[in-house]
């Protein structure tokens, strides 16, 4: 396998379409002025300052088509005063006395069966991060980030909180919204004249998604390769300080019943603290952080050999979270920030919970084309568990180059340090990790990739601790492809990081074709085929696959994707396939076997939704029959009722287990009002024997500001042998109060 010579050719593909991309210009702008009017946000557009606004209007089609104006259009006005942008909207229906769909009252919903209205500010003008602020027909509100230019899975979150005000209101044919957002809740460069801005909506009566700016239909709604221009009547200079201070204080009661520990009483007070230092350049400050209110991971049946992902959703580690978290691929990153604050008890291998006593961020902009980001966060020792106090330390800088493309270099330092001054017993070992990223996007978002150069350095000196590897993505309207190879050296150990498999070289492609129908029921459809060679120097293959796919979308949101594959895979360490801890097959056998992948979701502005999916067939030297899915009922627009389940049925031929594995997640999401919500998730993993249950109040008492009082319970639980299901002792026991407040310095 000539990995080295595939990342060369990947390389120069990669220079070669840089040469090549089409640097079109703008070809429209909005123009924003400042007003002394007073605007009431109460959804009337009465007032002077929208009468005299200039306006973005003829929205087109996204979705299901793009080559029209949208059935529902839309008109945008915008005005800006000493404190506030205003963004004001008015979303026309195609018929009157219509029903509007949300699947809840809480806020930073998703989904392409809610009716939405969103704005995308981009004030670096840079196509490629954006900040996008959103409401419904109800009011709920939601904001989040765009990173990658709103390519790819990871481009958008919504678990970023900040201060701004908004209102809708419902008429007989058309509904408005009014929002007032903060200059202090945006990063910009001061004595700019011109941002780039989009509007996008979402319409579920005709299953329209349209936007101001045009956006082919091959990509995402909120892709900011097309951004029109702001143009502001002043240049723009810094609204006075900005600083926010949350304080918290947090009580919590807790018993560990697996090693009868007494009860555990904790209180803890601190705070986090936002600290614009420009107006590009933002400084979070923790003290005594505490993640009592996120809500649970949803638990997964592990039939993988290797460790499984959980994204970041804690509230200090996502402004400019790209900068630190999006070097490498998803299944090789030199930083993880969830390796922060938990810790391995060596004597149990479970991961604990570690207090961090500080923590510093600095992140944004500090030019036009130049971010940066460094964190420094301190770990509390254990003696317990022997567990010194650890420092962890990232910085990274981003420089833009090209049109939308940049070069990323990123440095991470894991410092433990001795348990005492005396302590001859442990010697304290530091882990780094260097990299080095260049990351394409092409003027017309047609091509997009990533070549990285990452190297990890601890006590093993060893010319194999580097990870190298490269991503090239094309899309067009019918076709896209995709190749990638990466080489992970044997002694690569990135220990603050995200690594699955180490002593690799890797090589995946994916081709497809979509047809788009003219008329019928049917968006899209259309064939791909792709594979994914996995080796290893000296021993040869240690797992491939080849999938013929087939991709179906339909105008009413529901989609069916289909594949056959061939799968082979030799074992690197014994291992058990029924995920029963019974007899494992040897290391070093190999296994070749087909089987079927298909998925079907429903259509998401339905009250009752389904997503159902089966991964069935030969597996290794047996069969199994895979089925999970979710079902979800909305009370609009108080909230929904969802089951989550996973069912296993795998069957080895004698001496080797055979089993049946469930996961069932019943999940309880009510919200009473836009400021009272109760979410409640049960969650029974057969393949651990747990039965887990967490239930979490929140009542936002103010703007950003909540209570909290949260509810965990661990069981034991199991099948008994006639066949019921048995709950057994208690394994832990958990509640939680907690209360922050948001303060505007």
């Known amino acids: 396998m000539k990995f080295c010579a595939v990342q060369l050719f990947l390389t120069l593909f990669i220079i070669q379409s840089i040469s090549s991309q089409n640097f079109t210009s703008q070809n429209s702008s909005l123009n924003i002025k400042k007003t002394s009017d007073k605007i009431i946000l109460d959804g009337i557009l009465d007032e002077r300052a929208w009468i005299t606004s200039d ?22 006005y915008i005005r800006y005063d000493d404190h506030n942008i205003y963004v004001a909207a008015k979303m026309h229906n195609a018929s009157k006395s219509r029903k509007y769909v949300t699947t809840s009252l809480r806020r930073d919903f998703r989904g392409d069966g809610n009716d939405s209205f969103s704005v995308i500010f981009d004030p670096f003008q840079d196509k490629t991060n954006g900040t996008l602020f959103g409401m419904n027909p109800f009011g709920v509100r939601r904001e989040g980030f765009i990173s990658n230019g709103g390519s790819g899975r990871d481009a958008y979150s919504f678990d970023w909180d900040n201060k701004w005000n908004g209102t809708s209101k419902i008429y007989d044919d058309y509904w408005t919204v009014e929002m007032a957002i903060p200059f202090n809740s945006l990063r910009f460069n001061e004595n700019q004249k011109e941002w780039n801005i989009n509007f996008y909506r979402i319409d579920s009566e005709t299953t329209e998604k349209s936007t101001w700016s045009y956006i082919p239909r091959n990509l995402s709604i909120g892709n900011m390769a097309n951004n029109q221009k702001l143009i502001w009547d002043y240049a723009l200079k810094k609204k006075g300080s900005n600083i926010s201070l949350i304080p918290f204080l947090t009580s919590a009661v807790n018993k560990d019943y697996i090693n009868d520990k007494k009860v555990d009483h904790s209180r803890n007070i601190g705070f986090d603290m936002k600290y614009g230092i420009s107006s590009g350049l933002n400084l979070d400050l923790t003290v005594n952080p505490d993640f009592s209110q996120v809500e649970v991971d949803q638990q997964v049946t592990n039939l993988d050999r290797f460790e499984i992902f959980f994204p970041e959703k804690r509230q200090f580690f996502l402004e400019n979270a790209d900068l630190f978290s999006n070097n490498g691929n998803r299944n090789t990153r030199p930083f993880f920030s969830r390796r922060i604050g938990i810790v391995t008890d060596t004597t149990t291998g479970l991961a604990i919970p570690n207090p961090i006593p500080i923590g510093i961020r600095l992140s944004g902009k500090v030019s036009q084309n130049t971010r940066v980001g460094l964190l420094n966060m301190q770990g509390a020792k254990n003696d317990s568990i022997q567990q010194p106090s650890i420092n962890y330390t990232v910085a ?100 603050v990081g995200f690594v699955r498999r180490t002593d690799i070289r890797q090589l995946a492609s994916t081709i497809r074709y979509s047809y788009f129908p003219k008329l019928g029921k049917v968006q899209s459809h259309g064939p791909g085929f792709d594979f994914d060679i996995l080796g290893r120097q000296n021993i040869g293959f240690l797992d491939w696959d080849i999938n013929l796919l087939y991709r179906i979308r339909f105008n009413n949101t529901s989609s069916m994707d289909f594949r056959l594959r061939r799968q082979f895979t030799r074992l690197t360490f014994n291992f058990d396939p029924s995920g029963s801890n019974g007899l494992e097959l040897p290391e070093n056998e190999s296994y070749a076997y087909n089987f079927i992948i298909g998925s079907w979701s429903s259509d998401s502005r339905r009250k009752l939704t389904m997503r159902l999916k089966t991964n069935s067939g030969q597996y290794f030297n047996g069969h199994r029959l895979s089925l999970s899915g979710t079902v979800g009922y909305r009370y609009q627009p108080f909230g929904t009722t969802s089951i989550d389940i996973t069912y296993n049925s795998i069957k080895l031929p004698s001496p080797y287990n055979s089993s049946q594995l469930y996961l069932i997640g019943p999940k309880f999401d009510f919200t009473f009002t836009k400021k009272l919500f109760w979410t409640t998730y049960v969650q029974y993993n057969s393949q651990i024997e747990n039965l887990n249950i967490n239930s979490r109040l929140q009542w936002r008492f103010k703007p950003v500001s909540d209570i909290y009082l949260v509810y965990t319970d661990n069981f034991f639980a199991y099948n008994s042998t006639d066949g019921f299901f048995q709950i057994g002792s208690v394994k832990y026991r958990a509640i939680s109060f907690k209360i922050t407040y948001w303060l505007n310095l």
């Open 55 to 76: 306006s973005a209007y003829d929205f087109i089609q996204n979705f299901p088509s793009d080559t029209s104006l949208a059935i529902a259009q839309t008109v945008v």
């Open 396 to 495: 990274t800088i981003q420089q833009k180059v090209l049109n939308r493309s940049n070069i990323d270099f990123i440095f991470v330092n894991k410092q433990p340090f001795k348990l005492t001054l005396g302590d001859s017993s442990y010697k304290a070992a530091g882990n780094q990790t260097v990299g080095w990223d260049f990351n394409l996007l092409s003027a017309d978002n047609k091509w997009n990739g990533n070549l990285f150069v990452h190297h990890s350095f601890d006590e093993v000196k060893s010319k194999k601790a580097y990870a190298t590897g490269a991503y090239l993505y094309y899309s067009s309207l019918n076709w896209t492809w995709y190749i990638s190879s990466q080489h992970i050296g044997a002694d690569y150990n990135p220990e």
